[in-house]
């Protein structure tokens, strides 16, 4: 199994296969992380990092996280004074992509 990383000063784009892949989250400064999941694909209720504001003196590491469904994540970190939408109005948001049996 691999484990995929978020690193939340380098946001990327993160395709997992469901059943092989893991994730976790790194929270590398201070700042507000959201996500919607309508496709329940960590669980229902998600298991994901919850949406909120994170203050860290340094990189901090959330997971590791297990996919349970097929679908799209979409997900963001943006400055502690900036509102955080997780589709990318404010700042450019991302997506976990999960595919697999």
């Known amino acids: 199994m691999a484990t995929k990383h ?7 784009n993160v395709s997992m296969n469901r059943n092989q892949d893991k994730l976790d ?4 400064a ?15 209720p998600s298991t994901l990092l919850p949406c909120n504001t ?10 590791t996280l297990s996919a349970v469904n097929n679908g799209t994540v979409y997900f963001n970190a943006v ?4 509102e955080c939408d997780p589709e990318g109005i404010i700042d450019t948001g991302h997506t976990i992509t999960v595919t697999g049996n």
Not at 6 to 12: F, R, W
Not at 30 to 44: A, E, I, K, R
Request: aromatic share 16%; glycine share 8%; charged share 10%.
């Open 6 to 12: 978020i690193n939340t000063n380098n946001l990327q």
């Open 25 to 28: 989250i790194t929270i590398d």
């Open 30 to 44: 201070s700042c507000n992380w959201c996500y919607s999941d309508p496709d329940s694909v960590f669980g229902n």
């Open 54 to 63: 994170y203050y860290v003196s340094g990189p901090t590491t959330y997971g």
């Open 79 to 82: 400055n502690v004074d900036t």
